[in-house]
């Protein structure tokens, strides 16, 4: 695969999976073989989660079935409106753990770009 353009996201929650985008191109001259190459691509994927011990869910469903004159754990009872705002709440409080108390989003990764320098700050 190029090494020098490649993209790894979390892409989507799923009825039954978190999908994960993986985006890479094969430099082979022929379909055939760039098939085989990222079916081989996909089957390292597989080994390294199994030797890191990463599990992968495949889909399944489970049924759970409750009376209904027995509460639902965790249930709040909250009014849609408080549950919006404990949802508000919740979700700032994580952006503000991951990305800095103000809140700016990070600026793109570029592998092309040179690295910069610790004295680049400024600029």
Do not use: C
Request: charged share 30%; aromatic share 10%.
């Amino acid at each position: 695969t190029r090494k020098d353009y490649y993209h790894v996201y979390l892409n989507a929650f799923s009825a039954s999976s978190l999908d994960i985008l993986l985006y890479a191109f094969v430099e082979t001259p022929e379909w055939g073989t760039e098939l085989r190459e990222k079916h081989r691509q996909f089957l390292d994927v597989l080994r390294l989660a199994e030797a890191l011990g990463v599990e992968f869910a495949f889909p399944t469903q489970t049924l759970y079935m409750r009376n209904e004159e027995t509460p639902v754990k965790g249930a709040t009872g909250d009014a849609p409106d408080t549950a919006m705002d404990r949802g508000r709440d919740e979700a700032r409080r994580i952006v503000r753990e991951f990305l800095g108390d103000d809140g700016t989003v990070p600026p793109p990764v570029n592998f092309n770009a040179p690295p910069r320098d610790a004295g680049d700050e400024g600029e």
